[in-house]
C-alpha cells in the first residue's frame, strides 16, 4: 500500500530559528495536505496543495508540492513558542477519498 | 461556522463489549471519514461515507463498522473490544470532491480494559 516517509521525526529548536520538514512517497498524490495536532486536539490542517511544483503560503508557513507529485515540503519561519505541535503530511490520490498519513515531526520550540 | 463534533470526548470500555460513536459534521459537508490514531500506527484510514453509502473501507476487521445518516451526521460502531483497540477515534469531514481537503474534530478516545 502506500506509504509517507516524514522526516525528522523529531525537532527541537530555540524560538526565532526557521524550521523545514518533508514527506516522500513511495507513490504519486494528487493532493498533499499538511495539518497540525496540539495535545488532546484532532488534526488541523495548515496548507492544502493541488498541483506539481505549487508553492503556497498561510502565513509564516510555506508549502510545496513536488515536481514529481511524490514528495512535499513545509516550512516554518520565524518559530514561535505556540508552534509547537506535532505536523502531519498527508498525500490523497486519485477518486480515492482517503488520505495516507506520514508519521509526524513532532516540534520543540524552546523561547 | 461550527467545526466537526464528535461525542463523546472520553470513553473507558471493557474488553468484549461493543461501543458507538457519533460525528456531527460541518454543515453543508457531505463526506464523513473515520480514522484511528495511536502512538505506534499513526493516523489509519477506517471508512468514509457519502451520502449515507460507504465509498472506500480501511485494512480493519469487520468489528469496524460505520453508518451514516441522511442528515449526513455519521457513527461508527466496534463490536467485541479489545485492548488494541484503545486509541483516539478521529471524525473528518470535507465537501465533495477531490480539491475538498478533510477538516477533523477532536476525536474520542477510546480506553478498553
Known amino acids: 500500500g502506500q506509504q509517507l516517509n516524514q522526516s525528522p521525526q523529531s525537532m527541537f529548536i530555540q524560538e526565532g530559528e526557521d524550521v523545514s520538514m518533508n514527506c516522500t512517497s513511495s507513490s504519486i498524490f494528487n493532493t498533499w495536505l499538511w495539518y497540525k495536532q496540539d495535545p488532546g486536539e484532532g488534526p488541523v490542517l495548515l496548507i492544502a496543495?493541488?498541483?506539481?511544483?505549487e508553492l503556497t503560503s498561510n502565513g509564516r508557513l510555506t508549502a510545496q508540492f513536488g515536481i514529481t507529485r511524490k514528495d512535499s515540503f513545509l516550512n516554518i519561519s520565524a518559530s514561535i513558542p505556540s508552534d509547537v505541535g506535532i505536523y502531519f503530511c498527508?498525500?490523497?490520490?486519485?477518486?480515492?477519498?482517503?488520505?495516507?498519513f506520514g508519521k509526524g515531526t513532532l516540534l520543540t520550540v524552546n523561547p | 461556522k461550527a467545526g466537526v463534533t464528535q461525542t463523546p470526548r472520553y470513553l473507558i470500555k471493557t474488553r468484549g463489549q461493543q461501543v458507538t460513536l457519533s460525528c456531527s459534521p460541518i454543515?453543508?459537508?457531505?463526506?464523513v471519514s473515520w480514522y484511528q490514531q495511536t502512538p505506534g500506527q499513526g493516523l489509519q484510514f477506517l471508512f468514509e461515507y457519502f451520502s449515507e453509502t460507504q465509498r472506500n473501507k480501511g485494512n480493519f476487521p469487520g468489528r469496524f463498522s460505520g453508518r451514516q445518516f441522511s442528515n449526513s451526521r455519521s457513527e461508527m460502531n466496534v463490536s467485541t473490544l479489545e485492548l488494541g483497540d484503545s486509541a483516539l477515534y478521529l471524525c473528518?469531514?470535507?465537501?465533495?470532491?477531490?480539491?475538498?481537503?478533510?477538516?477533523f474534530g477532536n476525536g474520542t478516545r477510546l480506553t478498553v480494559t
Open positions: 498527508a498525500g490523497q490520490g486519485g477518486s480515492n477519498y482517503k488520505l495516507t
Open positions: 473528518a469531514s470535507s465537501l465533495v470532491g477531490e480539491m475538498s481537503p478533510l477538516h
Open positions: 454543515s453543508g459537508h457531505r463526506s
Open positions: 496543495l493541488y498541483k506539481a511544483g
